[in-house]
């Protein structure tokens, strides 16, 4: 299903809400400038992982909102500095209030870090061998899949690897926020990547 914006008009897909509030403009700017974009780079590609982990569960809006947080209290999604996080640390995330204060995803986050430091090849590499070919856009949200073969391999890597909370689903929802799937609905505004 597409929407026309309230305000400008313009096609996007069926989760962008169509009003003006606050979160209708936080999601709408996420979706038309963010959303399928291609992203490569380590540290933008950790981020997006955690982000992807701790949304489990949750309304993508929450994580959207809590970002900034979230960007400050993993220092900026640096390896290196979040993979020397200890006990004290975990303890003080805990109480953070800018964040998702959730133990295991917390600890999970920490873990990544330390296994994405121990890899042998370029993590943003690893990711994008799992992207498959292009295909046409979906015609509707309904043609949209929520686990393909590819992300059910790269779930199963990153796990063989040491990575945790970063399922099937996951790395779905992660291959289409990072322009690794195009998943904008044909009618979508947002220009399909050349």
Known sequence: MSTPAADDGRVRCGWVPTDSSPNGVLYRDYHDTEWGKQLRGTVPLFERVSL????????????LRKRDGFRHAFKGFDIEK?????????????EDTAIVRN????????????????????FS?????????????????SEVPAVTAESTAMAKELKRRGLRFVGPTTAYALMQATGMVDDHIATCWVPAPA
Do not use: C, H, Y
């Not at 979040?82 to 805990?94: N, P």
């Open 52 to 63: 992807e982990a701790f949304q489990s569960g949750l309304s993508w809006l929450t994580i």
């Open 82 to 94: 979040v993979a020397r996080f200890t006990d004290r640390d975990i303890a003080a995330l805990m």
């Open 103 to 122: 133990r295991a995803k917390i600890e999970a986050t920490i873990n990544n870090a330390r296994a994405i430091a121990d890899l042998d090849v370029d």
């Open 125 to 141: 590499d690893l990711l994008w061998s799992f992207a498959p070919p292009r295909r046409s856009r979906p015609a509707a949200m």
